[in-house]
């Protein structure tokens, strides 16, 4: 609403979606539930992309005050985020789901039809009008404050430190200074820009997410067809006139909303079909959730990780290959400052898992020349090693001290190994080893 004595030359308008089908104004029917978008006034002004490269803005526009949440997508589009996510082919779970929360698994082109449908006026901000309303007006690293340690981050975005691996509702953290809300987290965002590169056509999307941490930047090119993500949704800016300062207005959408089809999409559509997805906690030898572990599972073909806070993670297998015809499977988790580790074997059918660690054993070995003398720029590679399967443990490479000795923890017990040594001007050595 105008508000004349507000210090963040912030006007609010709101545009009012109304379920499709309907042709009356909301203001004459009290029953109807209307879906509302607000935008912010974004006054007109510059900034500088580099010391030399200024932007400059003659006129104000209007920008989503939020990110567009799920609720206004299913009222313009007609799908809910689960059906963008079975679009995606994603087997990630679900990041958040609810009115509130930030519609998410949505391509570029998609994000750029729902603009269409609110009219000729709305359409995804390009990078510079993100950035310059990202800002704020603010002459500090970021738009709150210099904040060298991020010790106010937590207060402005949901991250990875703080959003429990998932989408919030729009609008829970601070604003910045003209009454932006999620402009750092939460999802990361379409814009307008697209760029050809050969074959490949390339958008731009800014802004972290739930899943970056505070130090991570925001710039990121999208090049993979479709780029549907749970990483990645979208705000809308208004460049039309509002008549005389006019506060509301109202959009009535079309009868028979139809789910969009693009013809980009329908050309050649990569489609990654997965073998098993899950989800896990890992726990030290207390039994309380633990970060800072090397995870990986054997074999260690195709696998995707995600690591959260307190110890949680989530594993996915996509694969092409006969190899996915493999029933069983290996998770090694190691946390070599503590000595702690576990080696689980699980099957196909597991989608979770509650790894607790335990002690683990203790490799102390020395690289020595022909003359028992101690050789430093050795490198030491350790291979976990079963009847049918080696793989790598994780650091894959060690390097000796002055002495050319060399200490490697968190080993699971009862398992054989392979330890090589190599070192410029010797020839490589291989030995089996079991505890």
Known sequence: MLNPKSHRSAVIATII?????????????????????????????????????QVQFIKPFYMGKYEVTQAQWKTVMGTTVNQQHKKANSFWHLKGVGPNHPIYYVSWEEAAEF?????????????????????AGSKTRLYYGDDPNYSQFDSYAWYYDNSKGSTHPVGQKKPNEWGLYDMYGNVSEWCS????????????????????????????????EGGRSDLTGFRVVFTGNLDNGKKVMEIALPKGTADPNFHQESKSKIKHPA?????????????????????????????FFRKYPEGRFEVLLITKSS???????????????RNLVAFMEFNEDVNNLD??????????????????????????HMLLQAF??????????????????????ALPLGHKYSVIARATGYRRKKIRISD
């Open 388 to 409: 049918d399967w080696s793989e790598p443990l994780s650091p894959v490479i060690m390097e000796p001290n002055m002495e050319g000795k060399f200490e490697i923890k």
């Open 193 to 224: 820009d697209e760029f050809v590169f050969g074959s490949d056509v390339v958008h731009i999307r800014r802004g972290s997410n739930w899943f970056q941490k505070s130090t991570e930047r925001s710039f990121q090119l999208i090049k993979f």
């Open 275 to 303: 073998r098993m997805a899950l989800t896990g906690i890992i726990r030290d030898d207390a039994g309380t959730p633990i970060d800072g572990v090397n995870i990986r599972t054997i074999p260690g073909w195709e696998w």
């Open 323 to 337: 190899k996915a015809s493999r029933t069983k499977y290996h998770i090694l988790a190691r946390h070599p400052q």
């Open 17 to 53: 979606l109304l379920a499709a089908g309907s042709a009356r104004s909301s203001e004459n029917d009290p029953n109807q539930s209307a879906i509302t978008m607000e935008f912010v006034r974004i006054p007109a002004g510059s900034f500088y992309i580099k010391p030399a490269h």
């Open 115 to 135: 603009c269409k449908r609110l009219g000729t006026n709305f359409r995804l901000p390009d990078e510079s009008e993100r950035k310059y309303a990202c800002l």
């Open 355 to 380: 790894i607790r660690l335990e002690q683990g054993a203790i490799l102390a070995g020395k690289v020595v020349d022909p003359h028992d003398k101690g050789i430093q720029n050795a490198q030491i």
